[in-house]
């Protein structure tokens, strides 16, 4: 095609006061210009990168090991780094991870073979889960081990104690208010015989009680126990929903049925609560020649073992738990049968790693 061709054309087209210039115009800044813009873009990109995979490595630090956001993860050990870089890698390269974290290639390499490696105690670890559970959640690796030794199966308590905090098989610690019956002194009130000694040599020799009380949503709930300061066993219990006379009466009662055909006849100590100075109580207590004694006024370490009961029972039962869909039938059941197993099953390292029935049984004397 020829150029005045061309022009004619234009002219025909645009017409004659349209510019004839036909030169191209390069309005594209200048090579250098786009070569630095190009330059400062591909820093940002990797300086976003960077701030991804540092917030994704504090993200899995948070995650598998149970640090803090944080954390520092040049402070971790290798081992951590290399749980790290595993989890990481799907996302990122290992050179990139390995610089983030300054994790030498050998090592990471070193402990993922040994983190492939079979572990010994894989079922071990099913059996202190089962047990655990088994057991309300509230043993210890001290119990744990001796639960362990009935299975035949003997283990250090270090190896109890790390696979436990690996499994992360803890036991609950919360703490409530405790609730009192104090009215006031409406009678008499005996002498503190124990004073605080909670040893004895016998069972039926010293007994504690006091009442604690429950509060789930479905409402309230009382306990009123007898405890042997012998071998902590429950004699009697009762569970109601007011912390009326009969409930202790009804506990008492019970009790005295143990030591009916027996030349048996303990001290019964309890706090300074109205239940235990009403004319129910001192009638029955003086019909079964039994001995009365009692703790200072607002003094609960003069009663400290049965307040340990109380703590124990609702540390491994009470408060671990979500009771929202509970109704007060269903917790009385739940309480009865936690006091059976504690008297049954419940290992105390005190008592040889045996339950309080078990122990009277290896000593020959009757539950």
């Known amino acids: ?104 290639r050998s090592s990471y390499f070193y402990h993922r073979a040994r983190q492939r490696a079979s572990d010994k105690f894989a079922d071990l670890r099913c059996v202190l889960t089962s047990l655990f559970e088994l057991n309300h959640r509230c043993y210890g690796y001290r ?43 409406i009678s008499p009130a005996p002498k503190n015989l124990l004073n605080r000694d909670f040893q004895a040599t016998a069972p039926n020799e010293k007994w504690l009680t006091d009442i604690t009380e429950f509060h789930i949503p479905a409402g309230k709930i009382y306990l009123s126990p007898m405890i042997d300061c012998f071998d902590g066993l429950v004699v009697s219990w009762t569970i109601g929903t007011h912390p009326e006379a009969e409930l202790v009466n009804a506990m008492l009662d019970a009790a005295i049925e143990k030591v009916t055909h027996s030349n ?48 124990r029972l609702k540390t491994e ?17 739940l309480v009865d049968s936690y006091i059976r197993w504690y008297n049954e099953k419940r290992i105390k390292i005190s008592l040889g790693s045996l339950s309080p029935m078990e122990y009277r049984k290896s000593l020959g004397l009757a539950a």
């Open 143 to 185: 119990r744990m081990r001796a639960a362990l030794s009935r299975q035949q199966v003997f283990i250090s308590e270090k190896v109890v104690r790390r696979l436990m905090k690996e499994e992360r098989l803890a036991v609950s610690t919360a703490r409530r208010r405790r609730y009192g019956s104090y009215l006031g002194e």
């Open 1 to 104: 095609m020829s150029r005045p061709t061309l022009y004619n054309w234009k002219n025909k087209i645009l017409g004659r006061e349209v510019p004839a210039s036909m030169k191209r115009h390069d309005d594209s800044p200048q090579v250098p210009e786009q070569r630095e813009l190009e330059r400062q873009v591909e820093l940002l990109r990797h300086d976003i990168r960077q701030l991804q995979l540092e917030h994704d490595i504090l993200k899995k630090a948070n995650e598998l090991l149970k640090k803090g956001l944080g954390v520092d993860p040049q402070l971790l050990s290798n081992q951590e780094k290399t749980l790290l870089a595993d989890a990481l890698r799907q996302t990122y390269a290992l050179s990139e991870l390995f610089a983030q974290l300054r994790l030498a």
């Open 317 to 333: 039962l009470f408060y671990p738990r979500n009771w929202q869909a509970t109704t007060i039938d269903q917790f009385i059941e």
């Open 264 to 311: 048996d006849r303990p001290v019964v100590h309890s706090d300074r609560g109205a239940h235990y100075r009403w004319p129910g109580w001192l009638s029955r207590i003086s019909d079964a020649k039994l001995t009365r004694s009692m703790s200072r006024k607002g003094c609960s370490p003069d009663n400290a073992a049965c307040e340990g009961f109380f703590g």
